[in-house]
């Protein structure tokens, strides 16, 4: 069976889309924590729709990035669900949240320094030993860049990657993001990152805030992004590649087109045409 | 500067404002860091708005963002999961607001309504097998969901009425109090009232009392037949609307 290339986020406006019809994609993304919960209609809702699709779980809670390390009760909630569902793939944020009893419940920046590595290598490593299976990162859009930063992030990523054994989710969009709001060159980027360690991509939308780009997902993937994306598969190749929508949810058919213009760039196919 | 005092400054500055901690994290950083905070605070105030509905109409846009904005700055979230966050918006709003327990009591049931959505499964008891049970003995296990307080004012039926878009009636003072009791069933979160004397069974039933000495509990009260045939009507009550989902002693019953 083929690797699983074209798949949409579970969100709740499409329950009953996913649950009574025959939704053509190839997997189906959710937001973990959505679902560590005791019980409920979430769960039995995930359950049912992992019958007919595989399922990626993507977290936004782990903190990769804190300085005072993970939490293990976080972490064993993810592996049980992990366990439950056997999904694609398990996958955060190459960010932090929480320090110190404190949780900003957002992806926050981290300075690209040696000791960020060193820290976010060790995380991870607990993190892959306590759910017993390699996670991919994802590179985050960001606002504020660290005069401290010794590496670019392109860079730390190819760095973390080798040492920790992680794959990559590759958001394409956070790329331009970043790009626009700090001033590199996305091509560059992605020229730069380990291609052979990029197992997703995600494609997303943002909004123009009053100085720079806001990573909202919200709206529909734009022209740059998936100009950026066009680029980036004649690097990686076939990778399963989502659309991620997480705020103004249109009618599932709107982002079933946008798969399709997914599929017509990134499909194997039309790749060795 | 460590990874740890930036972090520590990070968290000052979207917690506090803290503009000394904001100037270390670096120079130029200043516009970047008023949309991390921006985030921050607008992410918890949606939270609180979509947590809490009913009292969002209640008390009005204004009233709630206030609220809202005074949580945020006296309570900062401390667990992994934003579900964890409304929960301590109770008590915020029943000081904001000593004197309207309506307000209080609204909020306790919008939350409790969002607990049960999401505990623990349990099947409730069907009837086959129960007539097997030595009910003398028999020990009652509630859904793990079944949650409960006690409450003076009406705010169940302004809890209804704003959910139905009727027009809620005015805050009142019950002519006895009760208790409310949430618990989900089927997949849905529902709620009812109880009287005290179904309350005060309640909590020896959840207790782990004997059925048996369930049945005596108003003898004083209501004489020792009475008494026993109240506590058979209320577990007749308690098997209809879902909420034991096992019988222990001598034969459990699942």
Not at chain 1, 113 to 120: A, G, K, Y
Not at chain 2, 151 to 157: E, F, P
Request: glycine share 8%.
């Amino acid at each position: 069976m083929p690797d699983p290339l074209f798949g949409l986020g579970l969100r709740k406006d499409h329950y009953r889309d996913f649950l009574e019809t025959d939704v053509p994609v190839d997997f189906v993304e959710v937001i973990s924590e959505n679902f560590m919960i005791d019980g409920g209609r979430p769960r039995a809702i995930l359950r049912q729709v992992r019958e007919r699709h595989p399922v990626a779980l993507h977290g936004v809670s782990m903190s990769i990035g804190s300085a005072d390390g993970l939490d293990r009760a976080y972490l064993h909630r993810l592996k049980a669900l992990a366990d439950e569902i056997d999904p694609l793939f398990v996958s955060d944020h190459l960010s932090w949240s929480r320090f110190r009893g404190f949780s900003s419940h957002d992806l926050l920046p981290l300075p690209y320094t040696r000791e960020t590595l060193d820290l976010v290598c060790a995380n991870i490593a607990v993190a892959q030993d306590v759910l017993g299976r390699a996670m991919l990162v994802e590179n985050p859009s960001s606002y504020v860049t660290f005069g401290r930063s010794t590496m670019t992030e392109w860079e730390f990523l190819d760095a973390m990657c080798a040492r920790s054994g992680c794959g990559l989710l590759l958001d394409i969009n956070n790329i331009f993001v970043s790009a626009t709001n700090h001033g590199f060159d996305p091509v560059a980027y992605i020229d730069a990152v380990p291609a052979d360690r990029v197992r997703q991509v995600h494609l997303a939308g943002h909004s123009q805030g009053r100085d720079m780009l806001i990573d909202t997902h919200d709206q529909p993937v734009p022209p740059p992004v998936w100009a950026l994306y066009a680029h980036a598969m004649t690097r990686l190749g076939p990778v399963a590649t989502m659309i991620e929508r997480d705020d103004a949810i249109p009618p599932l058919g709107h982002l079933l087109a946008e798969l399709d213009q997914a599929r017509a760039i990134g499909s194997p196919d039309r790749m060795a045409a | 500067m460590s990874l740890a005092l930036i972090q520590q400054d990070f968290c000052a500055w979207l917690a506090r404002s803290d503009a000394d901690a904001a100037g270390r994290i670096g120079k130029g950083a200043g516009r970047g860091l008023a949309i991390y905070q921006n985030n921050y605070r607008a992410q918890l105030v949606a939270c609180l708005t979509e947590a809490y509905e009913r009292v969002h109409a209640w008390i009005g846009e204004d009233a709630f963002l206030a609220a809202a904005a005074a949580h945020i700055d006296a309570t900062p979230p401390t667990h992994w999961t934003l579900d964890a966050y409304p929960a301590g918006f109770v008590a915020t709003l029943a000081a904001l607001y000593p004197d309207d327990p309506d307000i209080g009591e609204l909020a306790w049931l919008d939350q409790a309504l969002a607990q049960a959505f999401v505990a623990a499964d349990a099947d409730p008891v069907g009837l086959d097998g129960l007539g097997a049970v030595d009910w003398d003995e028999a020990v009652l296990r509630f859904s793990p969901s079944l949650l409960a307080r006690d409450i003076r004012t009406n705010a169940a039926a302004i809890w209804s009425a704003l959910s139905e878009s009727g027009t809620p009636p005015a805050a009142a003072l019950l002519d006895e109090p009760a208790t409310l009791l949430v618990w989900r069933l089927d997949h849905v979160s529902c709620f009812r009232t109880a009287d005290r004397r179904e309350a005060r069974l309640l909590d020896a039933a959840r207790a782990g009392e004997r059925f048996g000495a369930l049945c005596a509990l108003f003898a004083d009260e209501l004489g020792v037949e009475d008494s026993a045939t109240e506590a058979g009507r209320l577990l007749g009550q308690w098997l209809a609307d879902g909420l034991i989902v096992r019988v222990d002693g001598g034969r459990s019953i699942r």
